[in-house]
């Protein structure tokens, strides 16, 4: 008989899965929003109800984008003002340490292309409110042990009854 077939892990599965019920249900309405928050961006404003409509009376569904222009200043803002880590010292004495520190996350933040991650988890933010970076270990040796990406919001399920901002109590 398999561990994972054994009465604990089947009660956990089980509850794991109920919880990831519960969000889906919860989510759909939120999650239907960003969707349409995505296709305004992309143009796509008009329902295909009243897009049918205009069609029956002969008009076109024009779309004057003003959405796009905005946010791609915000995006752009992003782009321009990127940074880099600089850690600094409590006292006096830290201060070799923490040159180390910054250039050991320069290394991480060079090695995983992190601004780029960062912006792309902004853009979905900015259009769709949410947007997430996956900071991890890898176990592979001959790869970077740290790694930073960006996950697409789609892919993503939270639980809503976390309170801090970091879901460290998700």
Not at 1 to 18: A, I
Not at 55 to 70: S, Y
Request: include cysteine.
């Amino acid at each position: 008989r398999q561990v994972l077939d054994g009465p604990e892990v089947t009660r956990d599965l089980r509850r794991l899965m109920n919880w990831w019920y519960r969000e889906r249900t919860l989510q759909a309405e939120n999650r239907t929003e960003q969707m349409t928050d995505h296709k305004f961006y992309d143009g796509e404003q008009w329902t295909d109800e009243d897009e049918q409509t205009l069609k029956g009376r002969g008009q076109k569904a024009l779309v004057f984008n003003q959405i796009k222009p905005t946010l791609d200043w915000i995006l752009g803002t992003d782009k321009k003002t990127r940074i880099d880590y600089k850690i600094l010292p409590r006292r006096k004495e830290g201060g070799p340490n923490a040159e180390i520190k910054t250039k050991g996350m320069k290394y991480i933040s060079d090695v995983n292309k992190e601004p780029f991650q960062r912006s792309r988890a902004f853009e979905d933010t900015t259009k769709g409110g949410l947007g997430w970076l996956e900071v991890g270990c890898r176990m592979d040796p001959t790869d970077e042990k740290v790694f930073v990406r960006y996950e697409d919001w789609r892919n993503m399920w939270y639980d809503s009854l976390a309170t801090e901002l970091d879901c460290s109590d998700a």
